[in-house]
C-alpha cells in the first residue's frame, strides 16, 4: 500500500502489535487496547523504526502517548522537526 497517511501507518502498527485486523471499530487508546507496558515499549520501538525518528525518553510513558491521537500528534512533530 503505497501513499499512507502517518495516522494509517501508526493504526497499522498499533493493530499488529496486538494482532487486531484492519476490521474492527476506529482505535482511540491504549488503555482500551488494554495495551500493557511491553508492548508499548515495543509500539515506540516500530514506530520509531517505521518512520525513522526517535521518541524523546521523556515521553516514553504511556500516560504522555496514552491516546493513539497523542502518537500521531507526536510522529508529525517528529518529522516537522527533520
Known sequence: M?????????DSL??????????TPDLTSLKELEFD???FISLIVDI?????????DDDLNMSSLSS???IYEKVQKK????
Request: proline share 0%; glycine share 6%; net charge negative.
Open 14 to 23: 498499533v493493530r499488529e502489535s496486538i494482532g487486531i485486523d484492519d476490521g
Open 37 to 39: 507496558s511491553m508492548q
Open 79 to 82: 518529522l516537522n522537526e527533520k
Open 68 to 70: 493513539i491521537e497523542n
Open 48 to 56: 520509531e523504526a517505521e518512520f525513522d525518528i526517535e521518541i524523546d
Open 2 to 10: 503505497k501513499n499512507k497517511t502517518i495516522k494509517e501507518r501508526v
